[in-house]
């Protein structure tokens, strides 16, 4: 019992930590013309904070400090412009204490995605992807195109081949039913 009061009691206070309640997940984030972060906290939470932005999904990873030492009190942040970042998703705010008492990462966004409308700062890329999937009995080909313009297309034939492992399913079938039988027997 103690140890189940403990754990409430525990997971009570970390839920009434700080948390960062925008940018919100899949949210489309240009931050050439600038964002703000907002976050809730409550009084037991450190005063100061820094707020970095990160994306461990990329490589290289992005772990770029935006602002240093801002009050917990203010509940939000604004970016006028951060350049240098590429467009992407798995974009995530961190909200990181220096406080002995209480360091580390106090709160962590949900995830995000970064697309910048300046295009003096983006570069024109194009992708081409073509995958062909087979198995026993049938095989499909996609190709997908896609630009930085922001068109893509993308198609799917799916073709049937008879290479006879269509015909091993009714005895593969008949086969699982006789050993069960057999094992209900012994």
Same mark, same amino acid.
């Given at each position: 019992?103690?140890?189940?009061?403990?754990?409430?009691?525990?997971?009570?206070?970390?839920?009434?930590?700080?948390?960062?309640?925008?940018?919100?997940?899949?949210?489309?984030?240009?931050?050439?013309?600038?964002?703000?972060?907002?976050?809730?906290?409550?009084?037991?939470?450190?005063?100061?904070?820094?707020?970095?932005? +990160?994306?461990?999904?990329?490589?290289?990873?992005?772990?770029?400090?935006?602002?240093?030492? +801002?009050?917990?009190?203010?509940?939000?942040?604004?970016?006028?412009?951060?350049?240098?970042?590429?467009?992407?998703?798995?974009? #995530?705010?961190?909200?990181?204490?220096?406080?002995?008492?209480?360091?580390?990462?106090?709160? #962590?966004? #949900? #995830?995000?995605?970064?697309?910048?409308?300046?295009s003096s700062s983006s570069t024109t890329t194009a992708a081409s992807s073509t995958s062909t999937a087979t198995?026993?009995?049938?095989?499909?080909?996609?190709?997908?195109?896609?630009?930085?313009?922001?068109?893509?297309?993308?198609?799917?034939?799916?073709?049937? +081949?008879?290479?006879?492992?269509?015909?091993?399913?009714?005895?593969?079938?008949?086969?699982?039913?006789?050993?069960?039988?057999?094992?209900?027997?012994?």
């Amino acid at each position: 019992m103690r140890f189940t009061l403990a754990s409430i009691v525990a997971f009570v206070a970390s839920a009434a930590a700080v948390s960062v309640t925008s940018p919100t997940k899949n949210e489309d984030v240009d931050l050439s013309n600038g964002v703000t972060i907002k976050w809730s906290s409550v009084s037991s939470d450190p005063s100061s904070f820094s707020i970095y932005l +990160v994306n461990m999904n990329s490589y290289p990873n992005v772990d770029k400090l935006i602002a240093d030492d +801002v009050k917990t009190s203010d509940g939000s942040y604004t970016i006028d412009s951060l350049s240098g970042i590429d467009n992407g998703s798995g974009f #995530q705010i961190n909200l990181i204490s220096k406080d002995p008492k209480n360091s580390g990462i106090l709160a #962590q966004s #949900q #995830q995000f995605n970064v697309e910048s409308s300046s295009s003096s700062s983006s570069t024109t890329t194009a992708a081409s992807s073509t995958s062909t999937a087979t198995s026993a009995s049938a095989s499909a080909s996609s190709s997908i195109n896609a630009s930085s313009s922001g068109s893509a297309s993308a198609s799917a034939t799916p073709t049937t +081949v008879d290479n006879g492992a269509g015909a091993l399913a009714v005895p593969a079938a008949a086969g699982s039913l006789l050993m069960g039988l057999f094992a209900l027997v012994l």
